[in-house]
């Protein structure tokens, strides 16, 4: 089944304690992101990622970095979460960067609370 | 700077009755467009799109207007369902940026 994966999916902390979340696709996909949403936000982009080793910060980079080691896997990482984090994430994948002809899998979602 | 905008931020209609989604966008370089359903506890799945080329795209109950002069297009469900009842995005992407820009979504609550 094709699908995209996060973990956890759930994760309370404290500020600063460094956490990453893990994101990972069996499509063979190519493109990558993180986008996060917030209530009257809706969905910002974070990070994506072209390819293995190529990535772009989206609409709202600061406090996270991302690695793209190998093709099926894309973490986020928070190296000192802060209270303005707590989100809820979603990790996507597509064959295609944006909506042509391809569209974005979406992961399940991490809701991510920071105390 | 929002790029795509959704207005009306909820939306309530009577089982069968038609349901219509509004989004504008202020990047006149968008050429693919996009609506997303959200579930409650899951992420975003693709519902249907358009191209910039098209005025119109239509996949069962579900159709897509797109008005380029004005910067607007629409998503019409008929009839609605209450498993219709979700938040919907509208997105929009330019080609060659390897960018996807949402609205805020619009949440749609269908009477029984």
């Known amino acids: 089944e094709a699908q995209v994966t996060q973990n956890p999916r759930y994760l309370i902390t404290v500020t600063g304690k460094k956490l990453t979340v893990t994101c990972s696709q069996n499509?063979?996909?190519?493109?990558m992101s993180w986008y996060r949403q917030d209530p009257g936000l809706g969905l910002r982009q974070i990070y994506y990622s072209m390819n293995v080793e190529v990535t772009d910060k989206g609409d709202v980079p600061e406090g996270y970095k991302v690695s793209r080691k190998e093709k099926r896997n894309f973490p986020l990482i928070l190296e000192s979460p802060s209270p303005n984090q707590t989100s809820l994430y979603f990790c996507a994948s597509s064959l295609t960067p944006g909506g042509a002809p391809d569209t974005q899998y979406f992961g399940p979602g991490t809701r991510l609370t920071v105390l | 700077d929002q790029q795509v905008k959704q207005n009306s931020p909820s939306l309530s209609v009577q089982e069968g009755r038609i349901s219509i989604l509004n989004c504008d966008y202020t990047?006149?370089?968008?050429?693919?467009f996009l609506w997303y359903k959200k579930y409650p506890a899951e992420g975003p799945t693709f519902l249907i799109s358009i191209s910039s080329i098209k005025d119109k795209n239509e996949d069962g109950r579900f159709t897509v207007f797109l008005n380029k002069s004005a910067k607007h297009l629409s998503l019409h469900i008929v009839p609605s369902q209450p498993g219709d009842s979700a938040v919907y995005f509208c997105a929009a992407s330019e080609s060659g940026n390897n960018r996807l820009a949402f609205g805020k979504g619009n949440q749609v609550v269908v009477i029984p």
């Open positions: 499509m063979n996909h190519e493109y």
């Open positions: 990047n006149s370089m968008f050429d693919y």
